[in-house]
């Protein structure tokens, strides 16, 4: 039997049997109503859950109150009794079964299938359920414990899924749940909230883990989106990074919902939350290991969405004005921090130095968002910048598998005859395969994770914060971006450098420069509305005042950053920072001596690679400069350093006269070894091994040669620009002779009889040698500085390199490739008649002088002194051997006690001696040369 509305009836022979013994009317009615239900339960199979029968008659209750028009009155009073009975039945069927003639059952008393089935689904609860179910919370304390103990289980099923499985049912239960404050905050309480677990068994065991765990990074789900990844082309892997992309978007912006919810339900959920965050932080610091286990630490798809999620927490106060900055309270770390720092390394202090200042804690209660700020950093550190550096050693895995596999298919010929061997050969060459598919997906899986514009342009944001916020602290000062010349003078003083920015975790300026640095190189485009002028001033800064970071590949990497800005793209030719560094009053004030600074710095970078790495580093400093050359602000900038700060510039160009010197020397010795193995390779007998050898040998050497050519390159570019702009700085005694010796060396070496059989490779291009334009930039240094008395006697005087033949056929090359302007070239003939003159004159002055007098001959060289100073040692040399010895090794050379070149006494008296006797010899062997050129023309 079934009622008008096709629901099937239930006879209720003991609600009957007692309406007939009262001789009442056989209708159910509000006082007999609780009992019918009751029965109607009671009677249904033990198999059937109770919630299966219930839960409909409570939608039907509240069907039909919404349908009433009658909003008072007796037939109101029996909607609203019928749904408080229908709701109470529905919560005792599950907190007291016994009361329905049932025992307890796990599989039916629980409300997780209801909850899973939606609010929109039939047999699902509604909105209506949960109002009316928390309205119960105070008057029975089990109703709560039921849709805690049901979240939990869902947490529980979610935490061993995938997003290849239907998780959405599961994470909008939870959303439903933020709808209702007082559900959220009992969660929080719960003990699996926060339960005490691994790193990886966080994200399955706490209560929110497996939501955050959910990610296109998890194994099943990057199988699906990059199947037989070796052979997918460019667009089908776009095409599913976008894909992926799309479907991370929508569930991280449910995670914020959740994760929102959560933080403003009251401040103890706030700081129950913090906790479970810092938590996550604290329990990962190994993903920043050299070699990362993965089995020790979280996964990245769930360490990135923490921070995609921390990064929205700090979107309401990241304002363009940044009118919140000074919220972000510099002591969170001294007041009980969520966030441990301990072990990290800080921007400038040792351990103990740390311990001590952070022994020092500070009453009070840090603010919201300064927890946001710090969680957010720490976040970015060992999430997106850890998944962002495991990118880097994917690649060279990938290199090293696709090199082994190479390898092993040309050791096939070997075992095709041996079955059993061929069939284990066969296996390892499978495993080897397949463990490069795997690891080629996951490449794309987090590049399409990473490359994703929305989430780097809010990490953008925040990395502004961070650079505007450390500024401000490292100089004392309220600086805002567009305020840089009014509230940072630099150097920054050594009073200024205080323990609070010392004490620093070394990330918080790691993320801004890694993060840069990534979007930078394949996210340019969203740079244009996120840098401002305060990535320069940091970088400039820092710089300057290098001595406030003891890291010196942190230093460098600020370099790196300045030169990623001036890379060329769209309509931007000097690239993102190029215009700012050319206009920018800050960057005109600073810029080229911090640059010039950290390119002697670089010299000496206390770690083991730092002969490769300083290479790297100048070139991107003359990068820099070139671009911003343009501007004669820097010009002058230079001229002001050669003349105010002389030790500063003289070692700066001693060392470019060093770079240049070495790196063409290693780039020319390595083309007679790149020609002949290229004629190895001619052999047609040569053996499949032996050629691979060569061939791996062949590419080792190209690659040195090319970097090499073009630092070697940037290098004269350099000296280029320098030697038009201030020529009479390179003409200094400290330098004069060292450059004359480099630019004579390098000429003999591109024009001399040896050139043509010793640096003829094929295809020079492809390793930037241009020995033309090498000739010509060489020759344009000489004349850069051809107006020097001084500069022509150091070039004539290079017994070792100057050779008048070597000039001369430079001046046939470039007549004959028409390298240079003709004017230019007599410009050069003319020099070179100037220099040969020199020579002249010094060689017979050399046979005049004769024996030079013991106390005007430099003990250490053994020439005549031309600036005899007394050393603390009280030896007497030249001005410039010292300076140059200085240069390398800061001790007196006698005694070996430190010194300066402040520390020596001018013996003026001396040099006035040495200049007459000098003169008066040079004088006489001019008279002879002019009279012996008088007698040869007449």
């Known amino acids: 039997m079934a009622s008008s509305g096709g629901q099937r009836l239930i006879f209720l022979p003991g609600l009957n049997e007692e309406l007939n013994e009262a001789r009442e009317p056989l209708k159910i009615t509000t006082a007999n109503l609780d009992q019918a239900v009751l029965e109607a339960a009671s009677s249904l199979p033990q198999e059937k859950p109770l919630m299966d029968f219930l839960l409909p008659c409570w939608k039907r209750a509240v069907k039909a109150a919404s349908s009433s028009r009658f909003p008072t009155g007796p037939k109101h009073e029996v909607h609203e009794e019928s749904k408080r009975l229908a709701l109470s039945h529905c919560l005792f069927s599950l907190t007291l079964p016994d009361l329905y003639g049932r025992g307890p059952n796990p599989n039916h008393d629980s409300l997780l299938p209801y909850i899973l089935r939606g609010v929109l689904d039939e ?44 998780y959405r049912p599961y994470v909008q239960a939870l959303l439903v749940y933020t709808r209702f404050p007082v559900l959220i905050t009992n969660l929080a309480k719960h003990p699996t909230f926060n339960m005490a677990q691994s790193a990886p068994g966080i994200e399955k065991h706490t209560l929110l883990g497996p939501f955050f765990r959910l990610s296109p990074l998890q194994p099943e789900a990057i199988r699906s989106y990059f199947p037989g990844a070796r052979t997918l082309d460019k667009s ?39 906790d479970w965050f810092a938590y996550v932080m604290n329990s990962n ?21 923490i921070t995609t ?21 510099v002591r969170y770390f001294k007041r009980k ?65 696709e090199k082994h596999i190479k390898a092993m298919e040309a050791e096939r010929p070997k075992v095709a005859n041996v079955p059993a061997q061929l069939r284990l050969f066969e296996e390892t060459l499978k495993r080897r395969t397949t463990v490069l598919e795997k690891t080629i997906a996951l490449k794309h899986a987090i590049e399409g994770v990473l490359l994703d514009e929305r989430m780097q342009s809010t990490s953008l944001r925040f990395m502004r914060y961070v650079a505007v916020w450390l500024l401000r602290l490292a100089t004392g000062s309220d600086y805002k971006p567009g305020q840089e010349s009014q509230q940072i003078s630099l150097p920054l003083s050594a009073e200024q450098h205080n323990g609070a920015f010392a004490c620093l975790p070394e990330y918080a300026l790691q993320n801004i420069v890694d993060n840069f640095k990534f979007v930078f190189r394949w996210l340019p485009n969203i740079l244009l509305s996120a840098v401002g002028e305060e990535l320069i001033a940091l970088c400039v800064t820092l710089l300057r005042s290098s001595e406030y970071i003891k890291n010196p590949y942190l230093k460098s990497s600020l370099v790196t950053l300045l030169f990623s800005g001036t890379w060329p793209f769209m309509h931007l030719k000097k690239g993102v920072l190029g215009d700012q560094l050319i206009g920018m009053k800050f960057a005109n004030d600073y810029l080229l001596h911090a640059l010039m600074k950290f390119y002697i710095e670089a010299e000496s970078t206390g770690v083991n690679t730092q002969f490769y790495d300083k290479f790297n580093i100048r070139y ?28 500063f510039f003289v070692r700066f160009v001693n060392l470019l006269l060093n770079d240049a010197t070495y790196v063409l020397d290693e780039a020319f010795t390595k083309f007679p070894k790149i020609r002949i193995i290229e004629k190895e390779l001619e052999d047609p007998t040569l053996s499949a091994e032996d050629r691979q050898k060569k061939d791996e040998e062949l590419q080792t050497l190209g690659s040195q040669a090319t970097s090499y050519m073009q630092l070697a390159n940037e290098t004269l570019e350099m000296m280029k620009l320098f030697t038009e702009a201030l020529g009479d700085s390179f003409t200094m005694p400290e330098i004069v002779t060292r450059l004359a010796s480099m630019l004579n060396y390098n000429l003999d070496t591109l024009a001399g009889k040896k050139a043509g059989a010793e640096l003829n490779v094929s295809n020079r291009e492809k390793y930037h040698f241009r020995p033309i334009q090498l000739i010509s930039d060489f020759v344009w240094i000489y004349l850069n500085l051809a107006s020097s008395k001084v500069f022509i006697d150091a070039v004539a005087a290079d017994g070792r390199s100057y050779k008048p033949e070597v000039l001369d056929r430079v001046s046939r090359i470039l007549q004959s490739r028409n390298h240079m302007d003709p004017a230019d070239i007599g410009r050069w003939n003319t020099l070179k008649a100037k220099f040969f003159e020199s020579k002249q004159v010094l060689d017979q002055a ?23 100073v007394l050393l603390p040692s009280k030896h007497i040399v030249d001005r410039s051997t010292i300076a140059q010895h200085l240069l390398s090794d800061p001790k007196d050379p006698f005694t070996r006690q430190p010194m300066t070149v402040d520390d020596v006494i001018p013996q003026d008296e001396l040099r ?11 004088k006489a062997a001019r008279e002879k040369f002019e009279a012996t050129a008088m007698d040869t023309s007449e």
């Open 846 to 868: 050399e046979l005049d002088l004769g024996d030079i007098p013991a106390e005007f001959e430099d003990p250490i060289m053994g020439d005549l002194m031309t600036d005899p």
């Open 123 to 166: 047999n699902g609860l509604d909105l209506e359920f949960y109002k009316e179910a928390i309205k119960r919370f105070d008057d029975d304390e089990a109703v709560p414990s039921l849709f805690t103990d049901s979240m939990v289980k869902i947490s529980t099923r979610l935490g061993a899924m995938s997003m290849e499985d239907d």
């Open 285 to 305: 610091h190994k993903r920043r290991a050299l070699q990362v286990d993965p089995r020790e630490v979280a996964s990245d798809g769930f360490m990135l969405n």
């Open 309 to 329: 999620i921390l990064d929205r927490f700090c979107e309401p106060f990241m304002d363009n004005d940044f009118s919140k900055i000074d919220k972000i309270d």
């Open 236 to 274: 089908r892997i776009a095409n599913a990074q976008d894909s992926l992309r799309m479907v991370l978007r929508t569930h991280q912006d449910d995670l914020f919902v959740i994760a929102n919810a959560f933080i403003r339900a009251g401040l103890e959920t706030r700081s129950r939350t913090l």
């Open 912 to 922: 006035e001696k040495i200049e007459k006797w000098k003169e008066e010899k040079v």
């Open 620 to 647: 991107e400093i003359f990068q820099v400069i070139k671009c911003v050359w343009v501007n004669d602000v820097y010009r002058q900038q230079l001229t002001r350093e050669s003349h105010v700060n002389k030790i």
């Open 337 to 401: 921090p969520r966030v441990d720092i301990k072990d990290e390394t800080k921007i400038n202090a040792d351990q103990a130095a740390a311990d001590e200042y952070y022994s020092q804690t500070e009453a009070g209660e840090s603010n919201f968002i300064s927890e946001a700020f710090f969680l957010t950093l720490a976040a970015h550190h060992y999430g997106s910048e850890a998944a962002n550096s495991q990118l880097k050693n994917l690649d060279r895995e990938i290199k090293y598998l």
